[in-house]
């Protein structure tokens, strides 16, 4: 890839999908620099980031802690110093933001706050500093309540949100449009996620949630692993073919391959707004996820089945069709790689990065 004269900040950056995304972007010759507060990450991946990069590629990885509310500080610490040396920003990849959807209900003001109020002192200094390209890392959470499968320009999205977390992600989505419009001379990739899993195949990163894990896979992960003694499936009577809840799960590296070919895309001077769904195009059922891990695994992941969580749909899964075509990506690993990859990663991590 022509990523050798990018200098990439990529916010969020030793987070789990930032990690493997910066380890893609050091393989291909970039420039990066992580800013990062660590609220929902680890200052330990950053020596495995340059282990994997090897000595001569992790040279180029810079690291700043910082928080995207203090906008001084940003400018202080990030954009002032590479204007000084002479290494400005080309481009930024945005994934910092919080993102548990129980905690976003409860703590609404935090979750708006925090995730537009950040976005927009982001927005604000890049503009200012004259880095004008952004790939925004958004959610499946924007489609709401639309049906599945679900397309860039078929489905509606903003309608039938059920957390703030998502109608961040959705406000977030509508500012970059209105910013893309405002300022032709940029360009913005919004990639709407469906759900990531496994782990880079060293086992040396992968995710490492803090807490007990919001979402399935790392759940069940802890499960096999022995730290949680089992499951909860929160329901068993939806119209799927099994009862349980089906989603699109796709493997984190395939995912960070998307954000390179995003920033390709914008190398070669393409200017605009464009969103990209991100996903294998496959649905998986939770009780089919939970049967690839355990024999990923070899070990038994007990469950249990509860009620449905309120605002959870029965089947969410992806038409990726337009990455394929306007971007040259497409998603190469299947189910059972994901859970090797993971199991790999939860077995030599149990306790994640300590």
């Known amino acids: ?21 910066v380890l893609q972007l ?10 990062d507060n660590f609220c929902n990450s680890s200052p330990k991946v950053l020596p495995r980031l340059g282990e994997l990069a090897g000595e001569e590629k992790a040279a180029n990885l810079k690291f700043v802690e910082a928080d995207l509310l203090d906008k001084k500080g940003l400018e202080d610490k990030l954009f002032l110093p590479a204007a000084q040396a002479g290494k400005m920003f080309t481009s930024c990849i945005h994934f910092a ?4 959807v129980g905690e976003s209900v409860s703590k609404p003001l935090l979750y708006y706050h925090n995730n537009i109020t950040g976005t927009l002192f982001l927005l604000e200094l890049m503009l200012k500093h ?59 990739v919004v990639l709407r996620y469906f759900n990531p899993v496994g782990a880079h ?21 802890q499960v096999a692993v022995g730290k949680r003694e089992k499951l909860t499936v929160f329901g068993d009577d939806y119209d799927t073919p099994d009862g349980t809840g089906v ?25 605009g707004h464009f969103v990209y769904n991100l996903g294998t195009g496959v649905g998986y059922s939770v009780l089919e996820m939970v049967k690839a891990m355990e024999v990923a695994s070899g070990k038994k992941v007990p469950y249990v089945v509860g009620p449905r969580r309120a605002g959870d749909l029965g089947s969410c899964y992806s038409i990726p ?26 077995s030599q991590n149990p306790d994640g990065y300590v």
């Open 1 to 21: 890839m022509a990523l050798s004269a990018e200098h990439v900040l990529v916010t969020g950056g030793a987070g789990y999908i930032g990690s493997h995304t």
């Open 26 to 35: 050091l393989n291909a010759g970039a420039k990066v620099t992580i800013v």
């Open 97 to 100: 933001g919080l993102k548990a």
């Open 130 to 188: 004259g880095c004008n390209k952004i790939v925004f890392s958004s959610s499946a959470t924007v489609y709401g309540s639309a049906p599945s499968p679900l397309s860039e320009d078929g489905s509606t999205t903003g309608q039938g949100i059920t957390n703030p977390y998502g109608q961040t992600k959705y406000m977030i989505e509508c500012i970059l449009r209105d910013f893309a419009r405002a300022n032709p001379s940029f360009g913005v």
């Open 201 to 221: 195949a060293s086992g040396k990163i992968g995710e490492s949630p803090n807490g007990i894990p919001n979402n399935l896979m790392p759940y069940v992960q």
């Open 247 to 271: 989603r699109d799960y796709i493997h984190v590296e395939d995912l960070a391959a998307g954000h390179l070919k995003a920033l390709e895309k914008m190398t070669k001077d393409e200017t």
């Open 321 to 346: 069709e337009k990455a394929k075509a306007e971007l040259g990506w497409e998603a190469k690993r299947n189910l059972q790689d994901m859970c090797t990859d993971a199991w790999r990663w939860q």
